[in-house]
Structure formats: structure tokens, C-alpha cells
């Protein structure tokens, strides 16, 4: 299974950076199809001026605006045919307003041809000037227009990546921790076997004496793996708060938790500040102050560090907890803190799930505006 997912998740990226390369080089071709047609319009535009201009001669310049057209002509195909939708519509505009050049340039032959030279300066300095211009200023709203449907395609690229690294390493995570429970029973079978005779059986140092039934392990942590990993695809396909809330409450019983709760700050140090929360009433996370970087507790502990931080539980008094980093690629931008029930804080198994889940919030909340994020929409009661 985690050499699948390993392959499943090198085949998804390898193709994706294909499809970037392919982007990139069509933006790339797009862009110098993009300068020829400005330059071709800037040249056009500067031999119409010499139609009036004492010097060469019209049959010297009519030339130059002829062969300039061409270019233009050919420039626009181009574009037309690179254009995403995204630049599609400005390139249209550019090619109308080319041929609107190209017409005005026919009136002012004409008038140079019948010796009205006053008339076709007018019209080469008022209507030639202008459409030139504005077809140039067209052509670069295209190239802006196709830069930022990269930027936006790139973007979820990347994210698609990110998702699918988590979840290979999600895969791989379970895996492994699917193997310990059943090596340590297959130990305490073993224990209990051999000392058959003896009314407590010796267990090694660290592993706890297992029931009178041992069968009872094996299917609890199947069950908790199972639902684990059906969280970690519901993770990847997080579309809003309302989802993301859902889903701790499911993840707060995979953990045996009390209550759950997300804080957040910043990769550059904010204080941290409760956005999400299950287990917990409105009011409570209302009177919640911001929590500086440096305070004495385990969760400012887990930003600061980026490593897991452990509240051992005092009976009587007060349950233990489990706090995991939020890790982005910037860095630690939070913690996700765990009330856990039963003195369960100190087992790996829940160690290692609270960890998982926090790195699928990092995921999560990496790509969510920080403005879509309030305790007020976001707490559970």
C-alpha cells in the first residue's frame, strides 16, 4: 500500500510538472507574439507620419506601413491562436482595431493621391495615432490577461501537489503505525502463553499488560485507522468552514478528545488566537485572549518549537493534552491543542493521529483567506 501510494503520488506529480512546463512555454510564446505585434504597430504607426513629412518620399513610406501590416497581421493569428480564454477577448479587440488601422491608412493614400495633404494629416495624426495606439495598449492587456491566468493555474497547481504529497505521506504514516499494535499483541500473546502457570504474566518494560482477551486490540485500532484515513480524504476536499468544523468534531472522537481547538497565528510570529473549536461553547472562545509567541504554555510551546508538546494529566484535578504544530511551507502559522480523556495523552497512537491531523489543517489553512477565518462562524458548541 505505501509503495502504491509512493507511485501514485511521484506518477501525479510528474504529470503536473508537465502540464506547468507546457503553460510556461506557451506564456513564453504568447509573450514574444505579444512584441512583435507592439513593435510591428509602433513602426506603423511612425512611417504613417512620414506620408507628410518632407524627406523619403510617400512610395518609400507606404512600403514601410505595408510591410509593417503584415507583421501586425501575422503577430495577431498568433496571439489568437496561443490565447487562453483569460486573453481571448483582448486579442479580438487588437485584431478589430488593427484592421480599423488598416482602413483609416487606405483614406489617407487616397487623400495623399488627390494632393489633399492637409486632409491626410489630420487624419494620420488624429485617427492613424490613435487606433495604433490603442491596438498596442490591447495587445498588452492580453499579456497582462495571460500572466494572471497562469499566476491563478500555477497557484492551484502547486496546491494540488501539496495535496497530494500530505496524502501519500498520510498512507504511508498508517501503514507503519498499523504494524505496532499488532506486534505488540503478537508479544503479549506470546507472554501469556508461555506463562500459562502464573497468575500475572511478566511483560517487558513499557508495554502494558493486555486484557484477558488480546483479540479485543486489533480491531479497535483497525477501526481507528480506517477512520483516520477517511478523514484524510475528507481533509483534501475541504470547501468550506461548515466542512472543516464537521470534520474535527469526527477527528475529536478518532482522538477520544473533549474538546479540540485550532489556533492561529502567523509564519512570522503573531500572537495566536483560537479559529476554530469543538467541544467548547461560543462564550468561552469569546473571553479566549490573543495568546503571545512567548507565553509559559504548551501551545505557544508548539508554535514556537514546531514540535509536539504533552500535558500530562493529574486525576482528579484536571485531563491531559496533546498539542501538534500547524506546519506550512513558511513555517509554524499555529497549534492544534487536544483535551484528551482517560490519561490518553501519553500513547503514541494519539500522538501520531493528532499529528497527522494537523498537518492536514496546515493544507487547509494555508489556502484560506485569513479573513474567511473568525471565531465567531467558526467556534462549535
Not at 512583435?36 to 507620419?49: G, I, P, T, Y
Not at 507606404?62 to 491562436?81: D, I, P, W
Not at 483479540?215 to 480506517?226: K, V, Y
Not at 470547501?239 to 472522537?253: H, K, Q, S, W
Amino acid at each position: 500500500m505505501a509503495l502504491i501510494a509512493i507511485g501514485v503520488a511521484a506518477f501525479l506529480l510528474i504529470r503536473t510538472e508537465r502540464q506547468i512546463g507546457e503553460r510556461a512555454s506557451a506564456l513564453r510564446a504568447f509573450d514574444r507574439h505579444a512584441r512583435e505585434a507592439s513593435d510591428a504597430l509602433a513602426e506603423a504607426r511612425v512611417a504613417q507620419h512620414g506620408y507628410v513629412a518632407a524627406g523619403q518620399g510617400e512610395a518609400f513610406w507606404m512600403s514601410k506601413v505595408t510591410a509593417s501590416g503584415e507583421m501586425v497581421h501575422m503577430a495577431m493569428v498568433a496571439l489568437g491562436q496561443n490565447a487562453t480564454p483569460a486573453g481571448r477577448t483582448a486579442v479580438a479587440e487588437a485584431t478589430e482595431t488593427a484592421w480599423e488601422f488598416g482602413d483609416i491608412d487606405k483614406r489617407v493614400r487616397e487623400y495623399i493621391t488627390s494632393g489633399q495633404q492637409l486632409m491626410a494629416a489630420d487624419v494620420i495624426f488624429t485617427e492613424g495615432s490613435d487606433a495604433a495606439a490603442t491596438a498596442g495598449r490591447q495587445v498588452e492587456t492580453a499579456r497582462l490577461a495571460e500572466h494572471q491566468a497562469f499566476d491563478r493555474d500555477l497557484a492551484e497547481m502547486r496546491r494540488q501537489q501539496a495535496i497530494t504529497i500530505a496524502a501519500a505521506a498520510v498512507v504511508c504514516a498508517l501503514v507503519v503505525l498499523g504494524l505496532i499494535p499488532i506486534r505488540r499483541t503478537a508479544i503479549a500473546a506470546a507472554a501469556l502463553e508461555s506463562s500459562s502457570s502464573m497468575s500475572i504474566a511478566p511483560f517487558p518494560v513499557g508495554v502494558p499488560a493486555a486484557p484477558a482477551s488480546a483479540e479485543t486490540t486489533s480491531p479497535t485500532a483497525g477501526e481507528l485507522f480506517r477512520t483516520a484515513a477517511d478523514l484524510a480524504t475528507d481533509f483534501g476536499r475541504v470547501r468550506d468552514l461548515e466542512e472543516l468544523t464537521r470534520i474535527l468534531a469526527r477527528a475529536a472522537d478518532v482522538l477520544d478528545a473533549s474538546g479540540l481547538m485550532v489556533w492561529m497565528g502567523s509564519a512570522t510570529g503573531g500572537d495566536l488566537r483560537p479559529v476554530l473549536a469543538h467541544g467548547y461553547s461560543s462564550q468561552m472562545i469569546a473571553r479566549i485572549p490573543p495568546v503571545p509567541r512567548s507565553a509559559d504554555n504548551a501551545a505557544a510551546a508548539a508554535y514556537r518549537s514546531g514540535t509536539l508538546q504533552i500535558v500530562l494529566s493529574r486525576p482528579g484535578v484536571s485531563s491531559g493534552a496533546v498539542v501538534a504544530p500547524i506546519l506550512s511551507a513558511d513555517g509554524c502559522i499555529g497549534a492544534l491543542s487536544a483535551e484528551i480523556r482517560g490519561s490518553g495523552e501519553t500513547s503514541e497512537l494519539v500522538q501520531a493521529l493528532a499529528t497527522i491531523f494537523a498537518s492536514h489543517l496546515a493544507v487547509v489553512l494555508a489556502a484560506t483567506p485569513s479573513e474567511m477565518v473568525e471565531p465567531k462562524a467558526a467556534s462549535l458548541g
